[in-house]
């Protein structure tokens, strides 16, 4: 038991470099969120529904994070500082990282109806800052969910979502492989497909502008101006 409580507070400093001790990671919140759901979670499997409930409520009161006791959680699952809401039937695989105000939430709630409403989360899935991801869908393994995406669609292994409504974008293959990406978003956003595009325009614009500079020089210097726009020079 030790040596497992040993095992998720290393993996938590492997992902925040905040922390300078075991000890002080033991005081997050997510880690007490984690604790207090385990034993609700224990609880709630036992239909000891109103204890379970009671541990839950004093979890969220004290750590501002809202874990059902009916959802299923793996192994080095870290919630990064507080305000998230995780539904009764959400399932969270190992190695999971979730940061602030996210919502796993559920869908047709005023219906009444049970069965599985809220999402699942694949193996070494990060869940960027105030991300809604909602309904009954599968986030695939390594998946990253971008800060304040909309997720309602299923997510598959690998991709990183962004936007409102969140779509898909491919990852390339040097990233996918990083074994952790903080906040669930490469910093450069390398996939975003505008930046390609936006970086040929800016190339054509500094070609033009190498042609204007060079046209330039050629009226100043009295050379012809045909033999500049060959000569590609800038000052």
């Known amino acids: ?24 990671v033991l005081l997050y919140p997510g880690v007490l969120a984690l604790g207090m759901h385990r034993i609700a979670h224990w ?16 979890s969220r009161m004290i750590t501002a994070i809202d874990i059902h006791p009916g959802a299923t959680i793996g192994k080095n ?3 990064d500082h507080g305000f998230t809401v ?18 796993l939430g559920g869908t047709n709630p005023a219906n009444g109806k049970g069965g599985k409403r809220h999402p699942t989360l694949e193996d070494n899935t990060i869940i960027g800052s105030g991300a809604q991801i909602i309904g009954p869908i599968t986030v695939g393994k390594r998946a990253r969910v971008g800060a304040n ?13 962004v936007g409102l409504k969140a779509r898909s974008t491919l990852v390339p293959a040097e990233e996918w492989l990083k074994e952790f990406i903080p906040y669930g978003t490469p910093c450069d956003e390398p996939c ?14 500094e070609a033009e502008m190498a042609l204007l500079r060079a046209e330039v020089r050629a009226l100043r210097d009295g050379a012809p101006i045909e033999a500049a726009k060959l000569s590609g020079t800038d000052s």
């Not at 975003?192 to 614009?205: K, L, Q, S, W």
């Open 86 to 103: 995780i539904g009764e039937t959400a399932e969270i695989g190992d190695n999971v990282t979730i940061y602030q105000c996210v919502t």
């Open 149 to 161: 995406a909309v997720v309602i669609d299923d997510v598959p292994e690998g991709a990183t979502m």
């Open 192 to 205: 975003e497909e505008m930046v390609g595009a936006g970086n040929r325009r800016i190339e054509a614009m």
């Open 1 to 24: 038991m030790f040596d497992g409580l040993t095992s998720y507070l290393d993996s938590i400093s492997a992902r925040d470099p905040a922390p300078r001790s075991r000890w002080e």
């Open 77 to 79: 699952f870290f919630i």
């Open 43 to 58: 609880l709630f499997e036992a239909k000891l529904y109103f204890l379970a409930r009671f541990i839950n409520h004093f």
